[in-house]
């Protein structure tokens, strides 16, 4: 299927009869989607560029309000949108880099790649850096994308490609990302003799403890040396947590297991809570009462040990997550819908859960954001008149589903 036409790839795809053992033709089909996939890509870049290019042409700062559009109409964060925004300004430099992205020769994370390596380029240097990858397009592995670009980077501007290194090694960041059962990972990005200096100190003294008896894996070890250096807690003084009881009505009265969130990380299973609550220096329980019909937070009771900002830790435990359409960032501000200034009541139905990013495009001149069915939803105007919708998550399934 390579020579067929992008547009007639859909009817000879459906076409395939697919009665060979081996499942040769179904290779052959995935390889002609995986074609369209490349295709559909650069054309979405080519869109993006262009609206940015016309948004610029009003004299206007578009990076942040284009980012946000084309967030939405993709149903992704802000940040997503914000890193195709620059890979689809950096490639429309690259004629040659996005044609053979279009013809479906090169891997979307190919030119990816190639994007990343030049964001700190003049748009000269950009298209002979597009000039000089010309002749290696085709199959092009992510790895060896970068790794080619970045040579002829630094050949052709070696302050420009030092400046993007003092860049990188500024970008410090600690990240959290939830895992089952429980578990979170804790993600570190820096220098990387800085990065390499903390796992080796770990390790080293890890392996120090283990020659002296202790029965702990490395792995083990390294952690709760961390833990201790950074929180002073051992293993078995844990810190402080607070755990939300998710309850329905017809729970609210009854015994049945429910489940249980750890703020900050999602949901946990009785047993694991328990033993939290167990082990922990203080634990603060708060039940949450949840819609039979959609499962959405409705209610929070208010007796807790320890109590402060009470609407604040609902509405970041009603919406879980920033409430932008298609956004799914961790909560930074709690937001009046309607603005305060403006007559917005600070009320729980005029509030809505928000990432940094998406505070600030909210603000931005032709957005706008309106509440829909008593706070359940929120709807967001984009300046181009489209309209996005964000419901309240239901933090357990709705009760008709648990029937069925």
């Known amino acids: 299927m390579e020579d067929v036409p992008f547009e007639q790839l859909l009817t000879a795809i459906a076409a395939v009869e697919h009665d060979d053992v081996l499942g040769g033709s179904r290779i052959d089909v995935i390889a002609a989607l995986e074609r369209l996939v490349r295709h559909a890509t650069a054309l979405q870049l080519e869109q993006v560029a262009a609206l940015h290019a016309e948004r610029a042409g009003t004299g206007m700062d578009a990076t942040l309000t284009v980012a946000g559009e084309v967030a939405m109409a993709r149903g992704v964060s802000p940040s997503a949108g914000g890193t195709q925004l620059g890979h689809a300004v950096t490639l429309a430099a690259m004629p040659t880099v996005l044609s053979a992205l279009r013809s479906g020769r090169l891997p979307v994370t190919s030119a990816h790649a190639v994007s990343r390596e030049c964001g700190a380029l003049s748009l000269d240097d950009v298209a ?17 994308a970068a790794d080619l670009a970045r040579h002829v980077v630094v050949g052709l501007d070696p302050e420009a490609a030092h400046e993007r290194a003092k860049q990188a090694r500024a970008d410090k960041r600690v990240e959290l990302s939830p895992e089952p059962d429980g578990v979170a990972a804790l993600w570190v990005r820096g220098p990387a003799e800085d990065v390499l200096t903390i796992r080796e100190s770990l390790w080293h003294r890890a392996e120090t403890a283990r020659a002296a008896g202790d029965v702990r894996s490395v792995s083990q070890l390294m952690f709760d ?3 201790t250096d950074v929180t002073g807690l051992t293993p078995g003084r844990k810190p402080a947590v607070e755990l939300q009881l998710v309850l329905d009505a017809p729970t609210l009265v009854g015994d049945a297991d429910e489940p249980v969130e750890l703020v900050g990380y999602g949901p946990l299973t009785p047993a694991v809570a328990e033993h939290l609550v167990a082990h922990a220096r203080d634990a603060s329980v708060r039940r949450l009462l949840t819609d039979p019909v959609d499962g959405a937070l409705v209610a929070r009771d ?4 320890r109590f402060s900002g009470a609407d604040t830790g609902f509405v970041r435990s009603r919406d879980g997550r920033c409430r932008q359409p298609g956004c799914d960032c961790r909560i930074r501000h709690v937001d009046h819908v309607r603005a305060f200034t403006e007559g917005g009541a600070t009320t729980l139905d005029n509030a809505q859960g928000l990432c940094v990013r998406s505070h600030t495009i909210k603000h931005l001149p ?12 929120v709807e967001w105007t984009t300046p181009t008149g489209h309209r996005y919708r964000s419901g309240v998550p239901p933090v357990r399934p709705p009760l008709a589903r648990l029937r069925t």
């Open 366 to 377: 032709g957005w706008s954001v309106q509440v829909r069915g008593r706070g359940r939803e």
């Open 302 to 305: 208010p007796r807790r040990r």
């Open 128 to 144: 002979q850096v597009d000039a000089e990858l010309a002749p290696h397009l085709d199959g092009l592995t992510p790895r060896r």
């Open 225 to 227: 040396t961390l833990l």
